[in-house]
C-alpha cells in the first residue's frame, strides 16, 4: 500500500507464496496532510497527568523532535526499567504508573508511553506493530518468522523530512532487539511459558534442535514446490521423470498419498487464521454497539484507555481482555483464542443487556 503497509484484502486462510521488494532509504510521507498529522495528535481528554507534565517540560527545554525522543531514550536507559512479559497491572493512569513507578513491561508499553508523550508535547506519533527478528535455518538459508517475534515500535513527525522510526524497547534491553525475544528474558522463565512441549524450548539441545530444524527445512521445501507450480505443471514434470512408467496412474497416486501426508501434517482444519485479531474485532464491534468507536489509526492501548473512561464501571474487564490480548499478540505468548474469548464473553455480560443481547453475527 502508499503508506508501506502489506496488507491482503481478504483473511489469510492458507499459505501463500509472493514477492516483495524493500527501499529502506525511501522517505515516508514527506508531505503528509494536516488531516493525517491531526489524528496522530489525538489524546483522551484527560488523565496521566505526570505523563503530559513531561511532555510540556520536554517541550520547552528541546526544539526538535528528534532532540525530544532522544532525550526521552536517555529517560529510558538511565532509570531502572526493565523489560518482561509478566508486568504487574496497571490502573486507569496506564501511561503514569508505568513510566513512574512500576518501570517494567514489553515492547506495547514502550512503544505506547513514548507515543503518548509525543502527542502530548505536540508531536504528531503512532505505535507501529509489526515483527522483528527471526531465526536462520542453516539448510535452506531461510529466514523463519514467529508469532513471538512480534514487536512493536514508534513512528514520530519529523518536519521536513516526514516519519522517522525509533524503538524505545532498545535503550532497555537491547539484547531483544539484537538477539531476539528468547536472549532477552534468559532469566525470566517467560518465554514459551504456556507452550511447554514446544521443539523450540529445547534449542540449546544439539541433537534435538538438528531434528528440528531439518523438519522444518522438509516442511519449508514442501510448501514452496506446492506453491510455487500449478498442478499442470508437476504432471508434466513428473511425466518426464517416469515416462518409463504408467504415468498417469503413478502420479496420480504420488500426488493423492502425499495430499493425505500434508493433511495430516498441517491439520488445517484445526488452523485458525489470525484468531486473536478476530476477536478483538469482535471487541471493537461490542464497544461501537455501545457508543464507543475505535479512531482511524488509534492503538489497542490508547483504544483501552479511551473504553476504560466511557465505561469505568468495566474499567476491570477491558484492562483484562487488552493485557490478554498483548500478552498474545506481541509478549509472545503462544495461547489458544480461548481466553480471549472468555475475557470478551466476561465484558459482554457486564454490559447493560439490552444492547449487549445484540449478538455480533461476525464474532
Not at 531465526?135 to 523530512?161: K, M, S
Not at 464497544?287 to 473512561?309: K, S
Not at 469505568?312 to 474487564?317: I, L, T
Amino acid at each position: 500500500m502508499s503508506d508501506f503497509r502489506l496488507q491482503r484484502r481478504r483473511p489469510v486462510e492458507q499459505s501463500l507464496l509472493y514477492a516483495v521488494n524493500s527501499w529502506p532509504q525511501s522517505v515516508r510521507d514527506p508531505l503528509s496532510s494536516e488531516q493525517i498529522q491531526r489524528q496522530d495528535l489525538q489524546l483522551p481528554a484527560k488523565g496521566n497527568d505526570q505523563a503530559r507534565q513531561w511532555a510540556d517540560d520536554l517541550r520547552r527545554r528541546y526544539t526538535t523532535p528528534d532532540a525530544m525522543v532522544a532525550a526521552m531514550l536517555g529517560y529510558f536507559s538511565d532509570q531502572p526499567f526493565h523489560y518482561t512479559l509478566k508486568p504487574v497491572p496497571l490502573g486507569n493512569d496506564s501511561i503514569d504508573e508505568f513510566l513512574f513507578a512500576s518501570r517494567q513491561g514489553f515492547c506495547a508499553h514502550y512503544a505506547g508511553a513514548m507515543t503518548f508523550v509525543l502527542r502530548a508535547a505536540g508531536i504528531p506519533a503512532r505505535v507501529v506493530a509489526g515483527y522483528q527478528g527471526g531465526e536462520l535455518n542453516p539448510d535452506g538459508q531461510y529466514l523463519t518468522v514467529r508469532q513471538f517475534d512480534a514487536h512493536a515500535w514508534v513512528e514520530y513527525w519529523q518536519p521536513g523530512v516526514g516519519w522517522r522510526s525509533v524503538d524505545p524497547t532498545a535503550a532497555v534491553a537491547p539484547q531483544r532487539i539484537e538477539q531476539g525475544l528468547e536472549q532477552a528474558l534468559a532469566a525470566d522463565e517467560a518465554f514459551l511459558q504456556d507452550s511447554p512441549y514446544s521443539a523450540l524450548r529445547y534449542r540449546n539441545v544439539p541433537w534435538v534442535n538438528a531434528l528440528r530444524l531439518s523438519w522444518d527445512n522438509l516442511n519449508y521445501g514442501w510448501q514452496r514446490w506446492v506453491l510455487g507450480y500449478q498442478g499442470q505443471q508437476q504432471l508434466q514434470i513428473l511425466g518426464r521423470w517416469f515416462s518409463g512408467f504408467q504415468a498417469p496412474v503413478f502420479v496420480l497416486g504420488t500426488l493423492f498419498s502425499l495430499g493425505l501426508v500434508a493433511l495430516w501434517l498441517f491439520k488445517p482444519w484445526q488452523r485458525e487464521s489470525d484468531s486473536q485479531l478476530r476477536v478483538f474485532n469482535a471487541f471493537e464491534r461490542l464497544l461501537a454497539r455501545h457508543g464507543l468507536r475505535r479512531m482511524p489509526g488509534e492503538g489497542a492501548d490508547a483504544f483501552c484507555r479511551r473504553a476504560v473512561l466511557y465505561f469505568p464501571q468495566h474499567a476491570e474487564a477491558i484492562e483484562g481482555f487488552i493485557r490478554e490480548f498483548q500478552a498474545q499478540r506481541y509478549a509472545g505468548r503462544l495461547a489458544s483464542a480461548s481466553r480471549l474469548r472468555q475475557a470478551l464473553s466476561t465484558l459482554r455480560r457486564g454490559l447493560p443487556w439490552r444492547l449487549s443481547a445484540v449478538r455480533d453475527r461476525h464474532s
